[in-house]
C-alpha cells in the first residue's frame, strides 16, 4: 500500500505540475525547468555552461567513445566533463571521490541511496527499466536510482557436440534452446543413471557425469529452491526470511533427490567444484556457467560447440538462477543539466552495442529488441537465458543497515545442513527446523560482530 501511495503521489504531482514546471525567465529567452534547475536554448539543446561532470567507465573503450559523444557538447562550452577509466567503482570510493557517475551492482548502489540521483520514469530509456523490474522494485520504487546496465551470474551451458556424440538430437529444442529429450533434472537423471557401469568413452576420454553437481558453493545452488515461486525474504523484511514457510519445504523436497542422485560415474565421488574441469575436458555434456568462463575462447580450443540455455525444469517448473545485477548511479550533487545528458548517452542503443562488443557480461535488453544489436549466438543466449535470473534482495537486518539479510545466504552457513540433506541424514522436514536455527545463530553473531553485544 505505501509503494501504491507513492506511486499515485508521483502521478498527481506529474498532472498538477506540468502547468508550472517551466517558466522564461532568462533575458536570453532560455526555456528552464524551475524543478530540475536544467535550461535549453532556443534550439532545443541543453545549456551545460559553467557546469561539471566526472564519469567513471570500466574500459578504455568505453572512454574513448563518451569522449568522442561528448566534444560536440564541449565545443564554445565552459562546460567540463572528465571521463575516467576505474575497472571497478566500490561504494566508499564513491561517496568520498569526485565521482558523480559510475557503474556498481545493485547491492552497493542501495547502501548509497540516500546520496543518489532520482530519476522521473520519463527521463530513462523505458526498455531499460519496464524490462528489468523484476530486479529492480526495492531501489527504485520512489524513482530511478539505479539504471540496470548488466548482468551476471552461473548460467546453464550444454555441449552439444558431446550430446551428438552420445547419441542425442541436438535439433530437437524447445523454445529456450534445450534439448527436449533432457529438458528437465528428472529426465538428466535418468540418462545419467542409464549410464552407471557403462560409462561411453568420448574420444580417449569416458563420459565422468552428465551434470556434475557438488554442494560446495552456494551461489550457483540457489535455482534449485526457486522452481516453485520461492525466494529468500519473500515478505520484503529481513528479519522474515521465509525458512519457515510452506513453499520453503516444499522447495528443499523437490531439491533432495537432485541433491542425492550420485552425480559422479567414476565411483570417485569427488565432492570438489567440477563444473569447468569437467565441461572443459568434454566429459561431462552439461554444467553451469560460471561469470568469468569464456565459452567462445573455450570453444576456439576445444573445437567443441557449446549452448547457454535457461535452467532445466523441476517438477515441471522453471527455475531462476541467481545473478548480479550492475547498473550507473548519479550523485545528487551532480550538476542538473550534465548528469541529464551523460544518462541519454549512457542509456543509448550505442552505448549497448558497445558492451554486447566487449562481452565482459550478459547486457540487459529486451528480448522483444535483441534483433536491434548485432551478437554472437551466444551472446544471444546468454541475454535470453537471464530472464530466468532472480538478484539478491537489498533488505538490512532490522536496526542494522549495514547488514544486508542475504548476507545469510551468500555466507555458505547453509551448506552444511543441504549437504545432511543430500546425504539422506535429514529429512526435507528437520533440514527446514535446522536452517532456521542456523539462520537465528546468524543473526545473533551478526549483531555481536556489530555491536559487540548479544542482541
Request: aromatic share 10%; charged share 20%; glycine share 4%.
Amino acid at each position: 500500500m505505501k509503494r501504491l501511495t507513492l506511486l499515485l503521489l508521483s502521478l498527481g504531482l506529474v498532472i498538477t505540475g506540468a502547468f508550472v514546471i517551466f517558466s522564461l525567465f532568462s533575458p536570453k529567452g532560455q526555456l528552464c525547468s524551475t524543478k530540475k534547475n536544467i535550461c535549453f536554448l532556443e534550439d532545443g539543446s541543453l545549456n551545460i555552461n559553467d557546469q561539471s561532470i566526472v564519469i567513471a567507465v570500466e574500459t578504455q573503450t568505453q572512454k574513448d567513445w563518451l569522449d568522442q559523444e561528448f566534444e560536440p557538447y564541449l565545443l564554445n562550452s565552459t562546460a567540463t566533463i572528465t571521463v575516467i577509466v576505474r575497472e571497478e567503482t566500490l561504494a566508499f570510493t564513491f561517496l568520498n571521490s569526485t565521482i558523480d557517475v559510475a557503474m556498481m551492482d545493485k547491492q552497493a548502489a542501495g547502501s548509497l541511496y540516500p546520496y543518489l540521483t532520482l530519476f522521473d520514469y520519463e527521463e530513462v530509456n523505458p526498455n531499460l527499466i519496464n524490462y528489468a523490474s523484476k530486479h529492480l522494485d526495492e531501489i527504485n520504487h520512489e524513482g530511478i536510482a539505479f539504471i540496470p546496465t548488466t548482468i551476471d551470474g552461473p548460467l546453464f551451458v550444454m555441449n552439444t557436440t558431446l550430446l551428438s556424440q552420445l547419441g542425442y538430437d541436438v535439433n530437437d529444442v524447445d523454445e529456450h534452446g534445450r534439448l527436449n529429450a533432457l529438458s528437465s533434472f528428472e529426465k538428466i537423471m535418468e540418462a545419467n543413471e542409464s549410464y552407471r557401469g557403462n560409462r561411453p568413452l568420448i574420444g580417449k576420454k569416458r563420459l565422468t557425469s552428465m551434470f556434475p553437481l557438488t554442494l560446495v558453493e552456494p551461489w550457483s545452488l540457489y535455482s534449485f529452491f526457486t522452481g516453485n515461486g520461492w525466494q529468500l525474504y519473500p515478505s520484503d523484511d529481513a528479519s522474515q526470511p521465509g525458512l519457515d514457510t510452506s513453499l520453503f519445504l516444499e522447495s528443499l523436497t523437490l531439491a533432495q533427490p537432485i541433491f542425492s542422485h550420485q552425480w559422479d560415474l567414476s565411483g570417485q565421488n569427488i565432492q570438489t567444484w567440477r563444473y569447468e574441469n569437467e565441461l572443459i575436458g568434454g566429459t561431462a555434456p552439461f554444467a553451469v556457467k560460471v561469470p568469468w568462463l569464456n565459452l567462445e575462447s573455450i570453444a576456439s580450443v576445444t573445437k567443441q560447440t557449446y549452448v547457454v540455455t535457461p535452467m532445466p525444469t523441476i517438477n515441471g517448473n522453471q527455475p531462476y538462477t541467481l545473478a548480479q545485477v550492475k547498473g550507473w548511479v548519479f550523485k545528487e550533487s551532480a550538476s542538473p543539466a550534465l548528469k541529464q545528458l551523460v544518462m541519454e548517452k549512457l542509456t543509448s542503443n550505442a552505448f549497448t552495442q558497445l558492451l554486447i562488443t566487449e562481452d565482459k557480461e550478459a547486457v540487459m535488453i529486451d528480448p522483444s529488441r535483441i534483433d536491434e544489436f548485432e551478437m554472437s549466438d551466444l551472446q544471444r543466449q546468454k541475454i535470453l537465458a537471464a530472464q530466468f535470473t532472480l538478484s539478491p534482495p537489498l533488505f538490512a537486518l532490522p536496526h542494522y543497515p549495514s547488514v544486508l539479510g542475504f548476507d545469510f545466504y551468500t555466507s555458505g552457513d547453509m551448506l552444511p545442513t543441504l549437504n545432511q540433506l543430500k546425504d539422506q541424514t535429514l529429512t526435507p522436514a528437520q533440514a527446514q527446523i535446522q536452517l532456521m536455527k542456523v539462520y537465528d545463530r546468524w543473526v545473533i553473531e551478526r549483531t555481536y560482530y556489530e555491536t559487540k553485544s548479544n542482541p
